[in-house]
T-cell receptor, first 111, second 116 residues
Framework: SQKIEQNSEALNIQEGKTATLTCNYT??????LQWYRQDPGRGPVFLLL?????KEKRKERLKVTFDTTLKQSLFHITASQPADSATYLC??????????FGSGTRLQVQP | GAGVSQSPSNKVTEKGKDVELRCDPI?????LYWYRQSLGQGLEFLIY????????KSGLPSDRFSAERTGGSVSTLTIQRTQQEDSAVYLC??????????????FGPGTRLTVL
């Protein structure tokens, strides 16, 4: 069955460093993958989408890569700030309109 | 413009009672989704509405759960005979055009349901 894995342990980094979060999927080949940010008590907010034919996508300090061979997407935040602290969710396409999310990785950026 | 709104923001109920959760999607969005997020669990799909098509109910966990969408806009999620395991945050999302498979979803703030 399709499986989506994100590191369930929180990631703690210092302000100014680059945060790298991982999303692995198994047993299928998504046509695209979305990343969302979720703050406590709020719904997820869309950040970026990357398609299977794109190796990399950037938006301001965010960068997403998509390696269809490794079945992995990496989400990078450069020059991280305390305001980047949140839970980040990946949602690889599963062939249906509703999203299937990974469990999310909580990022904590220390000032 | 206004985002997706949900009401109530919090709901405490007793086991066995019925509850109704409401979602107002973004105006003009044709697709509406309900998800559930339990403590320590990821976001779980419940049901999806698209225009006048029959909804995709494949995520509903039991027949105690139902949802309707009136006039292609507002949606109500109903849970009958609530159980303690129904306690979770119920999130609603809408999207503009799911004919575009990569259509971004806009989420509401959620309704936190606590079943005592």
């Amino acid at each position: 069955s399709q499986k989506i894995e994100q590191n369930s342990e929180a990631l703690n980094i210092q302000e100014g460093k680059t945060a790298t979060l991982t999303c692995n999927y198994t047993n299928y080949s998504p046509a695209y993958l979305q990343w969302y940010r979720q703050d406590p008590g709020r719904g997820p907010v869309f950040l970026l989408l990357i398609r299977e034919n794109e190796k990399e996508k950037r938006k301001e300090r965010l960068k997403v890569t998509f390696d269809t061979t490794l079945k992995q997407s990496l989400f990078h935040i450069t020059a991280s700030q305390p305001a980047d602290s949140a839970t980040y969710l990946c949602a690889p396409d599963t062939g249906r309109r509703a999203l299937t999310f990974g469990s999310g990785t909580r990022l904590q950026v220390q000032p | 413009g206004a985002g997706v709104s949900q009401s109530p923001s919090n709901k405490v109920t007793e086991k066995g009672k019925d509850v109704e959760l409401r979602c107002d999607p973004i105006s003009g969005h044709t697709a509406l989704y309900w998800y559930r997020q339990s403590l320590g669990q990821g976001l779980e799909f419940l049901i999806y509405f698209q225009g006048n098509s029959a909804p995709d109910k494949s995520g509903l966990p039991s027949d105690r759960f139902s949802a309707e969408r009136t006039g292609g806009s507002v949606s109500t999620l109903t849970i009958q005979r609530t159980q303690q395991e129904d306690s979770a945050v119920y999130l609603c999302a809408s999207s503009l055009d799911p004919g575009v498979v990569s259509d971004e979803q806009f989420f509401g703030p959620g309704t936190r349901l606590t079943v005592l």
